[in-house]
């Protein structure tokens, strides 16, 4: 994922807070919020998932017209032509997601993220055949440049597609 600006906003913060069902008011609550650690409203811990939407590649949102990840009569939102004409979608999953924390990130910041291979390794497994682990380290840094979170996923993906026939 690569974002040059994801602005932060409190609205942002208290929609986010409450997609996830959390109703801590360290999220929304200003007064409470104040006399709290942070000293004032912050963010969810994986807010930061929020800014893909400002990345203008990211694969998952929906586009008027394009079939995505998730759309249409197909699992995949994808016809076969699509798929490679193989009738079926890869085995791919995201795996892991941790997260290091540098700060708490508040409303008024404005975040940049930059995304970059980590390490690759592979499992041998029994239904699925061969696992294939990709790691990718997400940096978010804030408008002065400093640190805020640095993110670490993990997605794999399968050398056979796992069905309903086995």
């Given at each position: 994922m690569t974002v040059e600006r994801f602005p932060v906003e409190g609205s942002h913060i208290l929609m986010f807070a409450r997609a996830i069902g959390d109703d801590n008011p360290v999220y929304r609550d200003e007064q409470k919020a104040r006399q709290g650690e942070a000293g004032g409203i912050i963010a969810p811990p994986t807010f930061v998932q929020a800014g893909a939407q400002f990345d203008p590649d990211y694969g998952l949102r929906p586009r008027?017209?394009?079939p995505w990840l998730g759309s249409g009569k197909h699992p995949s939102?994808?016809?076969?032509?699509?798929?490679?004409?193989?009738?079926?979608?890869?085995?791919?999953?995201?795996?892991e997601q941790h997260y290091e924390y540098h700060r708490h990130i508040k409303p008024g910041d404005v975040l940049t993220a930059k995304s970059e291979p980590g390490r690759t390794w592979e499992k041998e497994s029994k239904r699925a055949g061969k696992l294939k682990f990709t790691e990718r380290i997400t940096?978010?840094?804030d408008q002065h440049g400093q640190i805020v979170i640095t993110a670490r996923s993990v997605g794999m993906s399968t050398e056979r597609?796992?069905?309903?026939e086995e």
């Open positions: 008027a017209g394009v939102g994808l016809s076969s032509a699509d798929r490679g004409g193989g009738g079926r979608a890869s085995g791919v999953l995201h795996a940096t978010y840094t597609v796992i069905g309903k």
